[in-house]
């Protein structure tokens, strides 16, 4: 069986994970972070990046350093990891779900500016697969308004629009290194920060609400509670393993490609008569090859593909289930965002790692043309 993702072992983290234990630093922000902090910030054209446990404590301490709270408008789209609206919400924020564009799977700007209302304080986006088109036009959109915003980058380190990096177009934006993603620690993340008036305070509420970064650095005598904050910051082990991977990100991003475009190359040019769809991918963006995803034809069982899939060796999955229609959100199911609900119905993703040989990506993609054949 193909599983759907599997993570890469690489080639430094043994050695790198004992010196970690050898040196007797195991609490964060020691040495092997400090590596993770500069290779995450070149990859990011010089941003400035504080690892932290996981991608959705990455995005709670976002929404912590915005000082959201209860009477304050939050619009995010449906189509994202829970994640994404837990930390608003954890914040007494009202949350706000817009749609998303049926090409590129992501919440664009036709989408957001449908859903802003003059209580709207911030926008929390999230470019599905890493991909999406309207990145500066929902910067500007933004600014225009003095609206927050925060890019949950999760699925999108490596990606670039226009030659800029995705993660570096809000002021601030998080990353997820979770086993499903392009580098994995297990469980891991990080917090970019590119308003530089940001960077103090999101270091003090990441270290409990204190200044001890400041402290460990010898920049004052003492540390003291300063702010309501907790801990986000990951053990040297972890971080250790992050820059086992982060040393390979170039082997394993370029096997990704090689996978994700074997994938296209096979499957594109039977798009049109099988009725299916693939992922826009917009003019001037590099993806990161994170998802490959494209929507069953209408009509068709995609269950019954994905169960098809299965029994052919391949485990293909489906995510996501909207979050405006979840068990959680009661009420919001009224609402009716049709390009999501269609999108969440059709879309099926195929397995992608970085061990996965364009051979086996071929094979896969063979196997997906012969479930849509005979649906
Ligand atoms: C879009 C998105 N946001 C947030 C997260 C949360 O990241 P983590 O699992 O590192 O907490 C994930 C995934 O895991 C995700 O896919």
Not at 66 to 95: K, M, Y
Not at 295 to 319: E, N
Request: proline share 7%.
């Amino acid at each position: 069986m193909f599983p759907f993702s599997r993570p890469y072992r690489a080639p430094n983290e043994r050695a790198y994970i004992e010196q970690a234990l050898a040196s007797g630093h195991l609490a964060g922000d020691g040495p092997f972070t400090r590596r993770a902090h500069e290779q995450l910030r070149q990859h990011l054209d010089g941003a400035e990046v504080l690892l932290t446990t996981s991608g959705t404590h990455a995005l709670e301490l976002a929404a912590l350093l915005l000082e959201l709270g209860p009477g304050d408008e939050v619009v995010l789209p449906s189509f994202t990891f829970s994640s994404t609206a837990n930390a608003p919400a954890l914040r007494g924020a009202t949350l706000r779900f817009a749609d998303l564009d049926p090409g590129t799977f992501s919440m664009e700007l036709p989408q957001l500016e449908a859903a802003l209302t003059p209580r709207t304080r911030a926008v929390f986006a999230m470019p599905y697969g890493g991909v999406s088109r309207d990145m500066d036009a929902i910067a500007a959109c933004c600014a225009a308004r003095g609206i927050a915003w925060v890019e949950d980058n999760a699925h999108g380190l490596f990606a670039r629009l226009g030659g800029r990096p995705l993660g570096t177009f809000a002021p601030l934006a998080a990353l997820s290194f979770h086993q499903t993603k392009n580098l994995s620690c297990g469980e891991g993340g990080a917090l970019v920060i590119n308003d530089p008036a940001m960077r103090q305070r999101a270091e003090i509420l990441r270290e409990k609400g204190t200044d001890r970064s400041r402290f460990l650095r010898g920049e004052v005598d003492r540390y003291t509670w300063r702010a309501t904050g907790s801990s986000y910051l990951p053990s040297e082990v972890l971080a250790a393993l992050l820059v086992s991977q982060l040393d390979a990100a170039d082997a394993i991003q370029r096997a990704r490609r090689a996978a994700w475009d074997t994938y296209r190359g096979v499957l594109a040019p039977r798009a049109a008569d099988l009725g299916f769809t693939l992922q826009t991918i917009p003019e001037g963006l590099e993806h990161p090859a994170h998802v490959f995803a494209l929507l069953a034809p209408p009509g068709v069982d995609r269950d019954g593909v994905l169960r098809r899939l299965a029994a052919a060796g391949v485990k293909a999955t489906s995510h996501y289930e909207p979050l405006h229609r979840a068990p959680h959100e009661a009420g919001a199911g009224q609402q009716h965002l049709p390009h999501t609900e269609d999108v969440a119905a059709r879309l099926v993703r195929l397995p992608l790692y970085a061990d996965l040989t364009p051979g086996d990506a071929e094979s896969i993609a063979r196997r997906l043309l012969s479930a849509l054949e005979q649906a």
